[in-house]
């Protein structure tokens, strides 16, 4: 059973920074491209970037520059870095990673975590 976890979310001043995390676990043989996505009230979810297995970023036009994804491939982590956050960030924060297990290539997701900007 494979499974994504984040952590990391919280209250935040505008401005200010935080960093959120997600971990993978499981029967996992590789894992591909590793993703945050976001969700604010009344809208739809949508993509703040993308990580590669080889470590390429790519960005929403609305967090470029602010915003870095990392990862660790032998943590099985992934890293979202926010700063300069905008009470428009505020959002629910979700890990996207596509896994491919002992039996499937698949895309999974983590449960979210609640990153509020606000003073």
């Known amino acids: 059973q494979v499974q994504l976890v984040e952590s990391g979310g919280g209250l935040v001043q505008p401005g200010g920074s935080l960093r959120v995390s997600c971990v993978a676990s499981?029967?996992?043989?590789?894992?591909?491209?590793m993703g945050w996505y976001r969700q604010a009230p009344g809208k739809q979810r949508e993509l703040v970037g993308v990580?590669?297995?080889?470590?390429?970023?790519n960005y929403a036009d609305s967090v470029k520059d602010r915003f870095s994804i990392s990862r660790d491939n032998a943590q099985k982590t992934a890293y979202l870095q926010m700063n300069s956050l905008k009470p428009e960030d505020t959002a629910v924060y979700y890990c996207?990673?596509?896994?491919?297990?002992?039996?499937?290539?698949?895309?999974?997701w983590g449960q979210g975590t609640q990153v509020t900007v606000s003073s």
């Open positions: 996207n990673a596509v896994i491919l297990s002992q039996f499937r290539l698949e895309e999974y």
């Open positions: 990580i590669t297995s080889s470590g390429r970023t």
């Open positions: 499981g029967n996992i043989f590789r894992i591909n491209d």
